[in-house]
């Protein structure tokens, strides 16, 4: 049988160490010889010994703070020896190698997948206010490992050496260590009072030494980098006292 869909590019790919791998920009390989963490739903194919379990959001204390924010990443442990598949939607897959030291802060709606070394909970996103249809909350990993994170197409990684700006709808992931806060971007004048907008009327700030991750779209499912999440409560001083660092 001949055709080009058997080329080289869409052949499985191999490697002599277990661990996560891009098998192409839109399909996640892990190679296990023990166990990494997944998101719920996200296999598409798997061979060798495997097995699935469910874990919810990855605990009680993750699991009420899921029900409380609208937050955090519906998890199923996969263990084995074996090759899974993974994937979300089609859409595009990155790589990223924490150390200990570093903190990465993403909305949970990215997580694709990630080695059971890191530690992940939810926390309150400092300096953002009410006045947004974004999320307050967001995941933040640590410790040593890999994580597998999605974006809606190719995104910009923008370093953090000066005063920095986004949507808050295209921002999914950045340094944790980076102080956040809103500003208004849309302008106030009579253009306003006519009910003209530009459509940027607040954006995201960032602070700090980091970077921060911009997908090109403006569309995520929800959390902190979208519409949707579930922290429109008005108890914010309860919320800051449960999600306190």
């Known amino acids: 049988m001949r055709s080009e869909l058997f080329s080289t590019e869409n052949l499985e790919k191999e490697s002599a160490q277990p661990g996560l791998r891009l098998q192409n920009s839109k399909m996640l390989k892990a190679e296990l010889d023990g166990e990494i963490l997944a998101r719920t739903g996200s296999m598409v194919a798997y061979q060798g010994q495997v097995q699935f379990e469910a874990l919810g959001s ?21 263990r084995g020896r074996g090759d899974v598949f993974l994937a979300e939607n089609a859409s595009d897959i990155h790589l990223i190698d924490l150390e200990p030291g570093d903190a990465l802060s993403i909305n949970g709606a990215n997580v694709l997948a990630f080695e059971s070394t890191l530690q992940y909970d939810i926390k309150m996103v400092s300096g953002v206010g009410m006045m947004s249809s974004a999320g307050l909350f967001n995941c933040v990993f640590s410790g040593r490992g890999r994580i597998a994170v999605t974006t809606s197409g190719t995104p910009v990684v923008l370093n953090v050496d000066a005063p920095t700006y ?18 208004k971007a849309d302008q106030f004048g009579l253009g306003t009072l006519l009910g003209r907008s530009t459509g940027e009327r607040f954006t995201m700030s960032f602070a700090g030494q980091g970077f921060v991750i911009v997908q090109p779209s403006e569309l995520p499912p929800g959390g902190v980098a979208g519409v949707g999440s579930g922290s429109k409560s008005s108890g914010g001083s309860i919320l800051s006292d449960i999600f306190d660092d």
């Open 58 to 78: 990855g605990g009680l204390g993750k699991f009420l703070k899921q029900k409380l924010t609208g937050e955090g990443v519906p998890l199923m442990r996969v």
């Open 166 to 183: 986004v949507d808050p709808q295209a921002a999914i992931a950045w340094s944790a260590s980076l102080q956040t806060g809103y500003h």
